[in-house]
């Protein structure tokens, strides 16, 4: 995605380089976050990142590790998310169901719901990757892919990874102010996931469509802009739902962590 493009003259040739850094900058920023949420789940005997966005993203590398991805190191770098994301769900389907304890249903079925998610996800992904790619979605010169001008696939990529980071951004806000405890996350966790989409996505992209404007346009769209600047927004505010809950927040004796007043309901219970 991106690897085998060949810029117009008038782009600098500083151009690839710096695009280089970015994106291996953000993808690492990104397995770091991977690591971390791992290493918090058992911790924690929880999980971090939200149900849905944890199987939209496996989905998401799993076809372009296998679909969409042409170059040897673009394909290693989705099978070391893929295979990180495998400990991730491993604390999901191992610790999660404690988090549901409201929806028995959903407890109960869990890893069944997880997996049917990640089919379901897949095919979304695969579909909407083909359609993309056969029809040559986005063609533009010097856009190349299997060794010719065809479908702009960092176009392509654009578009669902901001899709699954921006849903990851709102949900992760979200699951902090349901569950009203900080289990399975951690400040470094939304450093790195923060500061790997700014860099590895919004700027990389960014400082793409600055140099080579006609290249990708799309990225300052009204419906990308709607997209990163949600995004952003909502990597902003999380901090601050995060510092104010971790205040109110109990830890129990196995690590787990729960709402204040949920402590205290269980507790007036037993007596």
Not at 198 to 223: Q, T
């Amino acid at each position: 995605m991106g690897s085998n493009d060949i810029p117009p003259s008038h782009v600098p040739t500083f151009y690839l380089p710096v695009y280089n850094i970015l994106l291996q900058a953000g993808g690492s920023l990104w397995t770091i976050c991977y690591i971390l949420l791992t290493l918090q789940s058992f911790k924690d005997r929880s999980y971090g990142m939200p149900l849905f966005a944890l199987a939209f993203n496996f989905a998401w590398e799993l076809i372009f590790a296998l679909y969409v991805a042409e170059s040897p190191l673009e394909q290693t770098v989705f099978g070391i998310w893929l295979l990180i994301d495998l400990f991730m769900v491993y604390g999901l389907v191992n610790y999660g169901k404690e988090e549901w304890n409201g929806s028995p249903l959903v407890k109960k079925y869990l890893g069944w719901i997880f997996g049917t998610m990640v089919v379901w996800c897949s095919l979304g992904h695969w579909a909407f990757a083909k359609w993309w790619i056969d029809n040559e979605i986005g063609k533009k010169e010097g856009k190349i892919y299997r060794g010719v001008v065809a479908g702009d696939t960092t176009e392509l990529g654009y578009w669902t990874a901001v899709v699954c980071q921006v849903y990851l951004s709102v949900a992760s806000l979200a699951q902090l102010g349901i569950r009203r405890h900080t289990g399975g996350v951690s400040w470094g966790i939304w450093a790195t996931r923060a500061l790997g989409s700014l860099v590895g996505l919004h700027a990389n992209y960014g400082w793409m469509w600055y140099y080579w404007r006609e290249g990708h346009e799309y990225f300052m769209s009204p419906f990308s802009i709607f997209l990163w600047v949600t995004a952003l927004v909502t990597d902003f505010v999380y901090p601050f739902a995060f510092a104010y809950i971790r205040k109110t927040e109990k830890v129990g004796p196995d690590g787990r962590k729960a709402a204040g007043d949920m402590v205290s309901v269980k507790i007036n219970k037993a007596q």
